[in-house]
């Protein structure tokens, strides 16, 4: 039977997300936003609380304790009694759905250009629909992916497991004991004779093969496709999160440090000719733009240049790469003018308390992110771990308070998601890859949204694993340790990258990088979204 108290968790867990995502949805959406994509809101909403939900559903697997032997039957006590074999099925599917099929149809949908405005100001053009325009884009995402999908489980969805051989005399050679049945008809440890020289004479002669055998298993699509968006996401999560883990610290004790203060009279001049000279800038960058954009539409007569063209390949990524440091700065210039309107007109409206919060957070985050660097050298990557470190700690706090240990998973779980999309974000901004969508208050686009919630989403399986292989003392009894630890481990092809630790090694690695590059370069560096030479090059470009 499930555990009432466990049910009730679950019932409070699924409103609480659905809560904090509809705040974040209303709060961060923009105004643009506010009457439309509806569609793209709960697509947004509901993979919100998906991605919370893959997180949280290790510290209930903790709390149901359903992998302890003693769950069959004879020792329940401790066992929720919850199917998390099947909760953890729900996830393994929902994710691929929501990553490959509604986040991207919504992004198509969001973004389709409708034709309205030609549609009114032409002759017998009619608008284009938005829907058979994000239907046409998604067909091609679902026969990549599906094909994808199919070849891989085709192919690669065997695992092998290891085994000893032990070899056991036969069991009428044993000594033999009659057990007397209670009134009750229960069965009792205490009704088992003290073990003889017989039976000791029956363990001494068990013989276990040196060598290591090999279970080969084929695994189900649903495991499978969990170990394959798992290992898909390992490689942006390794990235993301160990800048995260650095940055998140550092960016949240410097908001306390550069927290707005009143100017006088001199220092509110300056500042204004400052800033209103990086915005006349950009203007002029902005039309520099516009012009190499028109004359190059002239010049090819409205035709790119062909993907099989050298020369236009490397002018499209000098575009785009110009483009989005345009952008960058755009966006720098105006978390500056922001921090100018808080220490002049809106100095007495500004909350004095967000700064504290911030240094507070950032504390918190140092000292998680710390335990994280050190759990990970003292007891995931040595072959021997040099203690259980975190674990002893939960288990620790099992002894007088179990729901702690519970909770403190579930906080160091999700830490590790949060830092995954700061390090997306602060990536972004200083190697302009990728366009980069920060969640601001009030200012927060639906693509941004559905961009984010897609990272989160890829993120959230490798999280899990990662939470799991660093917590498996603790985490031993849990249904996902099953999974992860045995059937996913031995994966054909993808199990090498866990075996081997792979991503745990490039994990730290990028984590000390960032922290060497942070200290050495600031946390701001100009040198990439510096206005004056965008335009300066821009001009050098057009002769």
Not at 198 to 221: C, F, H, I, Y
Not at 302 to 322: I, L, N, P, V, W
Not at 410 to 425: D, H, N, Q, T
Request: charged share 15%; aromatic share 14%.
């Amino acid at each position: 039977m499930a555990d009432i108290f466990l049910i009730c968790v679950i019932v409070i867990g699924f409103v609480l997300l659905h809560i904090v995502g509809l705040y974040l949805v209303v709060k961060y959406q923009h105004p643009d936003d506010k009457n439309d994509a509806y569609i793209p809101k709960m697509v947004v909403l509901l993979g919100f609380v998906l991605s919370g939900a893959t997180v949280l559903l290790l510290p209930l697997d903790v709390a149901n304790n359903e992998g302890y032997a003693g769950c069959d039957g004879f020792d329940t006590a401790i066992c929720g009694g919850l199917d998390m074999e099947l909760f953890w099925k729900i996830i393994y599917w929902l994710i691929p759905i929501w990553i490959f099929l509604l986040v991207p149809t919504c992004t198509f949908y969001y973004e389709a250009d409708d034709g309205m405005l030609m549609a009114g100001t032409s002759v017998g053009v009619k608008p284009n629909s938005r829907i058979k325009e994000a239907i046409k884009y998604e067909l091609f995402v679902v026969v990549i992916f599906g094909l994808i999908f199919a070849l891989t489980y085709l192919f690669l969805n065997e695992t092998a497991i290891p085994v000893r051989e032990v070899t056991a005399p036969k069991f009428s050679d044993g000594a033999l004991y009659t057990i007397t049945p209670v009134s009750n008809a229960t069965f009792s440890a205490s009704q088992l004779a003290p073990m003889g020289n017989q039976d000791v004479a029956v363990l001494t002669s068990n013989k276990a093969n040196e060598t290591l055998g090999t279970v080969k298993l084929g695994v189900n699509p649903s495991v499978f496709y969990a170990g394959l968006m798992s290992w898909m996401g390992w490689f942006l999560f390794a990235l993301f999160g160990a800048v995260g883990m650095a940055a998140m610290p550092l960016d949240l004790i410097l908001a306390f440090i550069n927290r707005p203060r009143h100017m006088d009279a001199v220092e509110f001049a300056e500042a204004q000719v400052l800033l209103r000279d990086r915005v006349n800038e950009l203007v002029n960058v902005g039309e520099l733009l516009k012009l190499e954009r028109e004359e190059k539409a002239q010049q090819n007569g409205g035709k790119g240049g062909g993907f099989f063209s050298r020369e236009a390949r490397k002018a499209a990524a000098e575009e785009k790469k110009t483009l989005l440091q345009f952008k960058q700065a755009v966006y720098l210039l105006e978390e500056d003018a922001e921090d100018f309107s808080n220490c002049t007109e809106n100095y007495k409206n500004y909350n004095p308390l967000i700064p504290y919060g911030c240094l507070l957070g950032g504390i918190v985050s140092f000292i998680i992110s710390m335990c994280w660097v050190l759990h990970i050298i003292l007891y995931m990557l040595p072959k021997t771990p040099v203690t259980p470190f975190l674990n002893g700690y939960f288990r620790w706090f099992d002894k007088w308070f179990p729901l702690f240990g519970v909770l403190s998973v579930a906080i160091f779980s999700f830490y590790l998601l949060i830092c995954a999309v700061k390090g997306c974000f602060k990536f972004g901004m200083r190697f302009l890859f990728f366009q980069v969508h920060p969640m601001k208050l009030n200012k927060t686009y639906m693509s941004s949204f559905l961009f984010n919630i897609a990272l989160v989403l890829l993120c959230a399986l490798p999280v899990v694993q990662f939470s799991v292989t660093a917590f498996q003392d603790y985490a031993r009894n849990t249904t996902i340790n099953q999974v992860v630890n045995v059937q996913l481990k031995y994966l054909k092809f993808f199990g090498w990258f866990w075996r081997n630790q792979v991503f745990e090694i490039a994990l730290m690695c990028l984590v000390l990088l960032t922290c060497l590059y942070l200290g050495c370069r600031g946390v701001r560096d100009s040198s990439g979204s510096n206005s004056l030479q965008l335009r300066d090059r821009l001009r050098s470009r057009r002769g």
